[in-house]
T-cell receptor, first 116, second 114 residues
Framework: NAGVMQNPRHLVRRRGQEARLRCSPMKGHSHVYWYRQLPEEGLKFMVY????????ESGMPKERFSAEFPKEGPSILRIQQVVRGDSAAYFCASSPRRGGYSYEQYFGPGTRLTVT | RKEVEQDPGPFNVPEGATVAFNCTYS??????FFWYRQDCRKEPKLLMSVYSSGNEDGRFTAQLNRASQYISLLIRDSKLSDSATYLCVVNLRTLDTGRRALTFGSGTRLQVQP
């Protein structure tokens, strides 16, 4: 049973370029979350998606960042016109669809974005 | 005030020691509670969920005090492999957005020494 998969694991972009980060949830999971971890800081929530639907994007910066989770294929986090401050580890997590309040989330290995 | 607060440590303990981490959360509507472990430059891994009645998994015991909004993790008989950052995590489900994202503390670093 494959875990959450993310690619690429490392991504280097020059300032002004676009970064695309991909996440495939665990099999049977229909909820995807993106988190960002800046160096020496804790994880911060960015966006929560289900298939073809953004449920909560309250943690997303207002500009340059977008996310999608299409009916087919992985979830994509897109950062346009990257700046040095975007350098961070971006983690994707998934959880199963089920009732109750205990929403355990399982994390992928992350994508480390470096903006030069 | 941070939503989830933890002592950053580091806690330096010898092998075999018992060590306890504490965490407080600010939102009384928080509904689910977890401890995650994160090794350097790796993803967080779920260590255990935390239940009101307290729960134990091998050498690890977690406690929740809703009245005080306080969560704890006890590690007995520490191993070198327990060295990591331990993240206190709460989940708040809002009725308007149905948000189920996790809120992470900044973590407590544990270093177990031989």
């Amino acid at each position: 049973n494959a875990g959450v998969m993310q690619n690429p694991r490392h991504l280097v972009r020059r300032r002004g370029q676009e970064a695309r980060l991909r996440c495939s949830p665990m099999k049977g999971h229909s909820h995807v979350y993106w988190y960002r971890q800046l160096p020496e800081e804790g994880l911060k929530f960015m966006v929560y998606l289900q298939k073809e639907n953004i449920i909560d994007e309250s943690g997303m910066p207002k500009e340059r960042f977008s996310a999608e989770f299409p009916k087919e294929g992985p979830s994509i986090l897109r950062i346009q016109q990257v700046v040095r401050g975007d350098s961070a580890a971006y983690f994707c997590a998934s959880s199963p669809r089920r009732g109750g309040y205990s929403y355990e989330q399982y994390f992928g290995p992350g994508t480390r974005l470096t903006v030069t | 005030r941070k939503e989830v607060e933890q002592d950053p440590g580091p806690f330096n303990v010898p092998e075999g020691a018992t060590v306890a981490f504490n965490c407080t959360y600010s939102n009384s509507a928080s509904q689910s509670f977890f401890w995650y472990r994160q090794d350097c430059r790796k993803e967080p891994k779920l260590l255990m969920s935390v239940y009101s009645s307290g729960n134990e998994d091998g050498r690890f015991t977690a406690q929740l005090n809703r009245a005080s909004q306080y969560i704890s993790l006890l590690i007995r008989d520490s191993k070198l492999s327990d060295s990591a950052t331990y993240l206190c995590v709460v989940n708040l489900r809002t009725l308007d957005t149905g948000r189920r994202a996790l809120t992470f503390g900044s973590g407590t670093r544990l270093q177990v020494q031989p």
